[in-house]
């Protein structure tokens, strides 16, 4: 070795050229990286109180939300309130369009609007919706339907006929087969093909094709109440089967992903409820990014639809010393706030997301970025 000290510190300059001209490589590929599948995940009600509370209940482990490269801010306010609720929340985020608090997928005027998951079902992409709520509760029914009012769910219902969504897996099989119509929208669903389950493990062998998988009547149960890992396995089989079908039309997915009872334990004050719904949902983030880490050209958007509760985060003992932990978690109202929500963005695109945004252009630069058209 000490024969050719030369020719080993030209070897060493060569390796080192080589691998910098890969890392630039690598580097370049990333930022041209086409965006071909986006997993869009809301955590009803989550605000920034609500994982710092999180955070400090595990003593500061990081959260999977952590991993995100860029993270941004989203203003939240409705047509007609400050304060927004969850239906014209979920319309802005799906569809680019505030409207006034109780619509769904609709402006003010009543005009129907169609949603980025619309869209790209439009363009030929199977799309998925994983909620714990009922699929017709009002930030799924964003994705989907078009009605005035949030309450009309057994209407919201029927644009699961009328649309055609890979993967519907949520609470809610009443207003599919015990409805004021008569009609069985679970019997139709399965003239189409789609695969009518009662829970996931039914479909574990099903790897690709359509899915409807409602366990319970309304709401799944909470996961203090036996959810158990419900949320985190439905996200990975959705990712499973829209990956497939993705495959087979040669195009991308879209899924949907609502951490839906974290608003429900906000809005009655259950601070270990509700911490254990965001652990829940920060396990689904995990799959979701890792899905991405895998699959080049996967964008994972997280966000919340508004903060509910106003919880803040208070010194236990209000002397404010350094030395003492104890903390109180403070509710402030039993309904929603008008703050601003985080967004953590992660993969492919995660770029675009960072910075204050407003509600409405999380999908218009999702559509940007999958080469959607976007119209006003
Ligand atoms: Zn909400």
């Known amino acids: 070795m000490k024969k050719h000290p030369k020719t080993l510190r030209t070897l060493l300059r060569i390796t080192l050229l080589v691998v910098l001209c890969l890392l630039v490589l690598v580097k370049f590929d990333k930022r041209e990286e086409k965006v071909t599948n986006i997993i869009y995940m809301v955590g009803d009600g989550m605000g920034v109180a609500h994982i710092s509370a999180a955070q400090i209940a595990k003593d500061y482990k990081p959260l999977n939300m952590e991993r995100a490269d860029y993270v941004g801010l989203c203003k939240t306010n409705s047509a007609n309130s400050r304060v927004t609720d969850s239906a014209?929340?979920?319309?802005?985020?799906?569809?680019g369009h505030k409207t006034n608090n109780g619509m769904i997928g609709m402006t003010p005027d009543s005009v129907a609007h169609p949603s980025i998951r619309e869209r790209a079902e439009l363009a030929g992409m199977p799309t998925g919706i994983v909620v714990t709520y009922p699929v017709?509760?009002?930030t799924p029914a964003t994705f989907v339907g078009h009605v005035p009012n949030r309450h009309w769910e057994d209407d919201i219902a029927t644009y699961y006929i009328s649309n055609?969504?890979?993967?519907?897996?949520?609470?809610?099989?009443?207003?599919?087969?015990?409805?004021?119509?008569?009609r069985n929208l679970l019997d139709t669903l399965s003239a189409r093909g789609y695969v009518v389950a009662k829970e996931l493990a039914e479909i574990e062998a099903v790897e690709s094709g359509k899915v409807v998988v409602l366990p319970t009547e309304d709401s799944t149960p909470s996961y203090l109440h036996g959810r158990g890992d419900f949320l985190p396995n439905a996200t990975a089989k959705a990712l499973e089967i829209l990956?497939?079908?993705a495959q087979k039309s040669d195009s991308g997915f879209f899924l949907m992903v609502?951490?839906?009872?974290?608003?429900g334990k906000a809005h009655g004050h259950d601070l270990e409820g509700m911490l254990a719904e965001i652990y829940d949902f920060d396990a689904a983030v995990n799959v979701?990014?890792?899905y991405a880490d895998e699959h080049p050209g996967t964008l994972v958007v997280v966000t919340a639809d508004h903060e509910t509760g106003g919880l803040t985060i208070v010194n236990g003992n209000r002397k404010f010393d350094i030395h003492d932990l104890e903390v109180d978690f403070a509710w402030t109202t039993g309904g929603h706030t008008g703050g601003m929500v985080p967004i953590f963005a992660y993969g492919t695109g995660a770029e675009n997301f960072s910075g204050v945004l407003d509600n409405t252009d999380l999908p218009k630069i999702m559509c940007r970025l999958l080469g959607l058209d976007y119209e006003e």
């Open 136 to 138: 017709t509760n009002a």
């Open 88 to 95: 014209a929340a979920g319309t802005a985020l799906a569809t």
């Open 243 to 245: 990956t497939n079908n």
């Open 258 to 263: 609502e951490g839906s009872q974290i608003d």
């Open 288 to 290: 979701a990014f890792d």
């Open 164 to 182: 055609e969504v890979d993967v519907i897996i949520g609470g809610g099989s009443k207003r599919f087969d015990q409805r004021g119509d008569g």
